[in-house]
């Protein structure tokens, strides 16, 4: 995926790009996703760009975390937004983990998700969750309103992908 396709997919006009903001990019991998965010960020906010392998985001707004974001604790203040791009799917128990995802968000945070709109496991991802189904878990977690942003179709077929805006 190229970056003006990562941001397309995550445009939402409920971005507030006037007020200073920290998120949390969980899964970061290359930093795509967080150099989409960045775009619709205040430029002096910051993004905690956290993965498991080591990062390297060269950008004055990104703080680098190498760490298990699944299996360890956080560390991070109050949270205005956390991104998960292609990272919920490798979650296994998303109601548990959910729920310490709004934990560490500010009462009106939002949880910006892409993933891939299917309920079928495959090797690349172990722990699937559609919209619909997911829609379900995170309002059992004390989400109040989920939606749908855009979708696209995935290079691998068989489901397209989404983004969904959550708080």
């Known amino acids: ?23 949390a990019d969980l899964g970061c991998g290359s930093g795509l996703f967080t150099n989409a965010l960045l775009s619709f960020l205040h430029p002096k906010s910051t993004v905690y760009a956290v993965d498991q392998y080591p990062v390297k985001i060269n950008h004055p707004a990104v703080i680098l975390k190498q760490m298990d974001f699944i299996k360890e604790d956080w560390d991070f203040p109050k949270l205005d ?73 995935s290079i691998y077929g068989k489901a397209n992908i989404y983004a969904s805006w959550i708080n």
């Open 1 to 23: 995926m190229e970056l003006s396709q990562a941001i397309e997919l995550i445009r939402s006009d409920d971005f507030d790009k006037d007020t200073i903001a920290t998120w």
């Open 81 to 153: 937004g956390i991104l998960m791009a292609n990272s919920l799917h490798f979650v296994e128990d998303k109601p548990s983990f959910l729920r310490k995802v709004r934990a560490a968000l500010k009462p009106n945070g939002t949880l910006l998700l892409v993933e891939y709109d299917t309920d079928t496991p495959n090797h690349w991802v172990p722990f699937p969750a559609s919209f619909s189904s997911l829609k379900r878990i995170l309002l059992e977690a004390g989400f109040k309103n989920v939606h749908r942003l855009q979708e696209q179709p």
